[in-house]
């Protein structure tokens, strides 16, 4: 994770154990959490003398920064379809501007706060692979109020345990090579007789090839070869995916590392 704190007027702030991306102690800047969610854009709107940054879940605005100070401004920033990443930091510029970027995934970025106040800071925040931002919480030290960034694996999670016995025959999947370079091997066995769907998603969620599709299976063990393909049958790109699987009510997802 990168850190850098850029702080008008140059003063320094010591690191949290949280993720601030901003700090501020004036009176005209108010922070607030939004709770965990997919987000696809942030937005603006004014109410009075206000202006207020909202991030936006594809459905309603849910506002994380108010101000009511002409030295700070907001912007609008629409990313449906990619994923929050991180934040970037900039500035100041000539005219004593400082910004506040938020980045994603697939390289995009865009400038969503700027601020000339000495007391209001921004600093870089960027997750780990396979990550993304899905969550702000605000925090003070007793000075200053800090709008936090929180980060949480995408796409679908990973289950823990992957095997699940019946009368002595078991529901079970296991993926190999992991990681994997031009195909895999999927294993799998069924305890019952059952309709069978195996999919592969990425890591952002989204379906990236349907393996089998209700599917009445029998009793035993399987095995095929998935050639790292998305539905239109192109290669994928380097990454992480997800196996997905489920039969006769057992549900279980493996993560496989795509080298190229």
């Not at 850190?3 to 700090?23: G, N, S």
């Not at 994997?180 to 769907?197: D, M």
Request: proline residues 2%; glycine residues 8%; hydrophobic residues 40%.
């Amino acid at each position: 994770m990168k850190v850098k704190f850029i702080i008008i007027c140059f003063t320094y702030l010591l690191l949290h154990a949280q993720t601030p991306i901003l700090r501020a102690k004036v009176k005209g800047i108010a922070v607030q959490e939004a709770s965990p969610d997919l987000y696809t854009g942030f937005t603006t709107r004014t109410a009075g003398d206000s202006v207020f940054l909202s991030v936006n879940n594809g459905v309603t605005d849910i506002d994380i920064l108010k101000s009511t100070l002409k030295e700070t401004a907001v912007q609008t920033f629409h990313f449906t379809g990619d994923t929050l990443v991180g934040f970037t930091t900039s500035g100041p510029d000539v005219e004593g501007w400082v910004y506040l970027r938020a980045v994603l995934m697939n390289g995009g970025e865009s400038d969503i706060f700027r601020t000339k106040l000495c007391d209001v800071g921004v600093q870089d925040y960027t997750v780990g692979i396979g990550e993304l931002i899905n969550e702000f919480t605000i925090s003070t030290d007793g000075e200053y109020v800090y709008l936090n960034a929180i980060s949480a694996l995408i796409g679908v999670e990973e289950d823990k345990y992957s095997e699940h016995e019946v009368d002595k025959l078991v529901f079970a999947l296991d993926v190999s090579p992991n990681p994997a370079i031009n195909s895999a091997q999927i294993s799998y066995s069924i305890a019952k007789q059952c309709k069978v769907n195996l999919s592969v998603y990425d890591v952002t969620g989204r379906l990236v090839k349907t393996l089998i599709k209700n599917q009445n299976q029998n009793p035993n063990f399987y095995r095929l070869i998935w050639n790292m393909d998305d539905k239109q049958e192109h290669q994928l790109s380097a990454g992480i995916y997800f196996i997905k699987f489920n039969a006769g009510g057992y549900q279980t997802t493996q993560k496989i590392l795509l080298l190229k």
